[in-house]
T-cell receptor, first 114, second 114 residues
Framework: SQELEQSPQSLIVQEGKNLTINCTSSKTLYGLYWYKQKYGEGLIFLMMLQKGGEEKSHEKITAKLDEKKQQSSLHITASQPSHAGTYLCGADIIGVEGTYKYIFGTGTRLKVLA | DGGITQSPKYLFRKEGQNVTLSCEQNLNHDAMYWYRQDPGQGLRLIYYSQIVNDFQKGDIAEGYSVSREKKESFPLTVTSAQKNPTAFYLC?????????????FGSGTRLTVV
């Protein structure tokens, strides 16, 4: 089972619509990172959240970490075709060994219809 | 401009052959990582290195080997012992292995067994 669940797995929206992607863990997230990946390319770092309740925005993308630090949401306002790609969350959690472990979600594939 | 360069972008391997994927960074980052990405499985950590001449196994190290002779370089060899090597391989680096500021990723190498 995945330690970091993303939902939905895929999303198709009409240009101009808003959308939200979620990243959920059963463990405390000591750092939460959002990345964007175009098909066949590397991941581009979008933003990092560390404090419960923290919210950051970059252009039309807003990410929030909940107070309990177990869920993050990525919200895109007025989506554009340039937003298309796969969004992955990454997180620092405490692994079974008792040390920090950096894991990734499985990704949410976003398609924006013009 | 600073960044991570992975080469080649596409690589084909015959059965029983070892192949080496290159990863070079000029970001002066201490830590470097190799991930494997398969559809629906997210990123899985193969090996990581926090300092020159030292590296640690990740979650799926079997059939792979690495070296870290220089800070800038972290090549990955996919050996013949890796029975299912077809995947997208991503190299990443970060400022420090002990605190996560977010990773910088290369553009990836797609390895196919022929």
């Amino acid at each position: 089972s995945q330690e970091l669940e993303q939902s939905p797995q895929s999303l198709i929206v009409q240009e101009g619509k808003n959308l939200t992607i979620n990243c959920t863990s059963s463990k405390t997230l000591y750092g939460l990172y959002w990345y964007k990946q175009k098909y066949g390319e590397g991941l581009i770092f979008l933003m990092m959240l560390q404090k419960g309740g923290e919210e950051k925005s970059h252009e039309k993308i807003t990410a929030k970490l909940d107070e309990k630090k177990q869920q993050s949401s990525l919200h895109i306002t007025a989506s554009q075709p340039s937003h298309a790609g796969t969004y992955l969350c990454g997180a620092d959690i405490i692994g079974v060994e008792g040390t920090y472990k950096y894991i990734f979600g499985t990704g949410t594939r976003l398609k924006v219809l013009a | 401009d600073g960044g991570i360069t992975q080469s080649p972008k596409y690589l084909f391997r015959k059965e029983g052959q070892n192949v080496t994927l290159s990863c070079e960074q000029n970001l002066n980052h201490d830590a470097m990582y190799w991930y494997r990405q398969d559809p629906g499985q997210g990123l899985r950590l193969i090996y990581y290195s926090q300092i020159v001449n030292d590296f640690q196994k990740g979650d799926i190290a079997e059939g792979y080997s690495v070296s870290r002779e220089k800070k800038e370089s972290f090549p990955l060899t996919v050996t013949s012992a890796q029975k299912n090597p077809t995947a997208f391989y991503l190299c990443a680096s970060s400022i420090s292995g002990t605190f996560n500021y977010g990773y910088t990723f290369g553009s990836g190498t797609r390895l196919t067994v022929v």
